[in-house]
């Protein structure tokens, strides 16, 4: 896995995450996305961070694969503090977090851009939380900034997704591009929040994160702990075991 950066114009820090084959990150990966993004808010010369991904997709969450391999609780543990320093990260960026999004958004990538300030989707964009198909809980809190309340429970208990299209009509998506024009769109959109005072910039998102009527931080961490239970009482494992063998069927 790498964790790029680049700067295309002033003010400007673009964050790129690159694991194929579709950017489901392990443990590590987590921490390394989290210090990416933190590093970019703390440079003085940065207005505004833009988080990308390379490949067909935006992120498809936690790399269950880690989570098998362990026969403890060691995995899990550590993918729930990731998560959380991730998703943290991004939401207390010192300034505005645009996200640039491709392909499937899914699991912790809805907690990546649910924490962001505004997302620029591609037309095959897709969002979506299938975590009771994947033994684990949690993100609901981040879905729940994208859409309804009733529409985020409905999506979250038959684990469907919505486009990038469904998400603009709810006003969180800022806009719907082709796919070669999404990081250029992001950038753009970038560009002209970088071209306000920096200071004011910086005031202005601990202004809002401030007025949230939900705490994302501990509404997430609340989450968490019924990933862990289901994990205790052996039913994570029982329907983790199950992924990956639709496909082979």
Sequence with gaps: MTVSTASPADGIRVVTVDRPPVNALPVQGWYDLADAIRAAGRDPEVR????A??????????????LQRDPGNAALIGVNRGCAEAFEAVYACEVPVVAAVQGFCLGGGIGLVGNADAIVASEDAVFGLPELDRGALGAAT????????HLMRTLYYTSRTVTAAELLTHGSVWRVVPPDELLHSAVELATEIASKDG????????ALNGIDPVDVRRSYRFEQGFTFEASLAGTADRVRSTFGKEAET
């Design 142 to 149: 981040h879905l729940a900034r994208l859409v309804p309340q």
């Design 48 to 51: 505004c961070v833009v988080l």
């Design 199 to 206: 200071h004011l910039l910086r005031l202005a998102k601990a």
């Design 53 to 66: 991904a390379a490949g067909r997709g935006f992120n498809a969450g936690v790399d269950i694969k880690e």
